[in-house]
């Protein structure tokens, strides 16, 4: 919360952190109450009982105890999570399956997760796409300045503070496709340039 500046800090914990988000500082219950109910109501505002919710990494700081009180607040009965650096082992019993990193098929489309973001992944050349998280937004620009790079930066920072759903994926990977394409019959051709 208070490293990455979230909307969900007091005034007088702003002004503590102003120009040193890393000073020793606790966050009082109320900003970390404020920020959970904040996410948590996002995740239900957006996936139905039904859906399948992938969480890359982080789900929270706590043991299987704290892990297993937050999930039972999430409405969705297929909550998967990829490992990230924060999670420990014991909270994999609340989830419906856990991995470290791997691909997995929505509609048809390829998509490796990884809770680190990567610049090549298993079929990559082939159009798969790349989702990840740990950088809290701070890897958009170089994302951007790539147009061709099917990647996105899904963790809550990057996002709204809410779930991206395949719809949205779709839409913002549709013209980085169309350049990937391009470039990839480029190459293909025997062009220089990026691949």
């Known amino acids: 919360i ?6 969900f800090l007091s005034r007088e914990e ?3 952190l102003r120009g040193d988000p890393r000073a020793k500082l606790r966050l009082s219950d109320d900003t970390v109450k404020r920020h959970d109910d904040a996410l948590l109501k996002a995740i239900n505002e957006r996936v139905a009982v039904d859906d399948t919710l992938w969480i ?3 789900f929270c700081m706590g043991g299987f105890a704290e892990a297993r009180a937050y999930r039972d607040r999430i409405r969705c009965a297929n909550v ?3 490992w990230g650096n924060h999670d420990r082992g014991e909270v994999a019993p609340v989830f419906s399956d856990t991995m470290e990193q791997g691909m997995i098929r929505a509609d048809g489309q390829e998509i490796w997760l990884n809770h680190y973001p990567m610049r090549s992944w298993n ?3 082939h159009g798969s796409w790349h989702l990840y998280g740990h950088v809290h937004g701070r890897l958009r620009r170089e994302d951007d300045a790539n147009p061709m790079a099917l990647v996105r930066d899904v963790g809550v920072d990057a996002c709204d ?3 991206v759903s395949l719809a949205e994926l779709r839409e913002y990977m549709a013209p980085r496709v169309r350049a990937f394409l391009a470039n990839k019959a480029r190459f293909a051709d025997g062009g220089d340039g990026p691949v």
């Not at 208070?2 to 909307?7: A, G």
């Open 161 to 163: 503070y809410r779930p």
């Open 2 to 7: 208070k490293y990455c500046s979230r909307p």
């Open 80 to 82: 998967f999570l990829v």
């Open 56 to 58: 890359l990494g982080d």
């Open 14 to 16: 702003r002004d503590a």
């Open 123 to 125: 079929k990559a050349f």
